[in-house]
């Protein structure tokens, strides 16, 4: 590249000496600048020396490529950002966009997130007992060990959700999505189920016993060491479930029962 400037500025400044005043500089208002093969602008000042000569001065201007600018990144994060404070400080925030937030230890014990979008958000030890969660977006999020005892999330998408330790005694899980949910050692005792779909869901050690599972889908559902005493399984699907002999379990097809 240097090279290239170099050979443009030499030619040019052949062309001034042997030209002299009769150089065209009208075509632009500075009258010294041009562009080189290598795409940078070069401009080219006069100062005047101590001895009356002219001298000219070269000076390498870069022309750079900064790429699309994304106009929407910024406003993005700032609504998010907006919206954690909102939460935070009202404990109400329905509706809101909340992706990704970090939320780590929350207290939002009876906080109202309807309908909100915290798809990916970390809530990791987050107290959100009694919350109202219902049809709230909660794809990928992290709820491990947070406390969600009789909290609604009756519709909510917890599809891949981390929820392993997490308390969900007495929740409201009736349709809900737990898709391949992380539900180890999850203490579900009472949570009401009714039609959830926990196809591929992992319940290794999770506490189910008194639960609602009636019509719910398990399968594929590993639910090795859970305790399932007392749950309802009236018409659940439990094809492929592994991990268990439903002992103690209520209504369960003996097809699925272990002499």
């Not at 000042?45 to 910024?74: A, F, M, Y």
């Not at 309908?115 to 709230?136: C, M, P, S, V």
């Not at 969900?168 to 999505?177: C, I, K, P, S, Y």
Request: hydrophobic content about 45%.
């Amino acid at each position: 590249m240097l090279r290239y400037i170099f050979l443009s500025v030499f030619a040019l400044l052949l062309l001034t000496a042997c030209g002299g005043s009769d150089t065209d500089t009208s075509s632009n208002d500075s009258g010294n600048v041009f562009e080189n093969a290598t795409g940078a602008r070069v401009a080219i000042d006069k100062e005047s020396t101590t001895d009356g000569e002219t001298r000219q001065k070269t000076e390498d201007v870069v022309k750079l490529d900064t790429g699309p600018i994304n106009n929407e990144v910024g406003p993005i994060f700032k609504e998010v950002e907006n919206n954690v404070a909102k939460l935070i400080e009202t404990k109400s925030c329905p509706g809101c966009d909340l992706t990704g937030a970090d939320l780590t230890g929350a207290e939002l014990a009876e906080a109202n997130l309807a309908g909100a979008d915290l798809g990916d958000a970390n809530l990791y030890a987050a107290n959100l007992t009694r919350a109202n969660l219902r049809g709230a977006d909660l794809a990928g999020a992290k709820l491990y060990s947070a406390k969600l005892n009789g909290a609604d999330l009756s519709g909510a998408d917890l599809r891949w959700a981390n929820l392993a330790g997490a308390n969900l005694v007495f929740a409201d899980l009736v349709e809900a999505h737990l898709w391949a949910a992380d539900l180890t050692w999850v203490k579900l005792g009472g949570a009401d189920l009714y039609k959830a779909n926990l196809t591929g869901a992992d319940l290794t050690g999770s506490d189910v016993r008194r639960a609602n599972l009636a019509g719910a889908n398990l399968v594929l559902a590993d639910l090795t060491g859970a305790y399932l005493w007392q749950a309802d399984l009236t018409e659940a699907i439990l094809t492929g479930v592994k991990g268990t002999d439903f002992a103690g379990a209520l209504n369960v097809p003996a097809k699925y029962l272990k002499d």
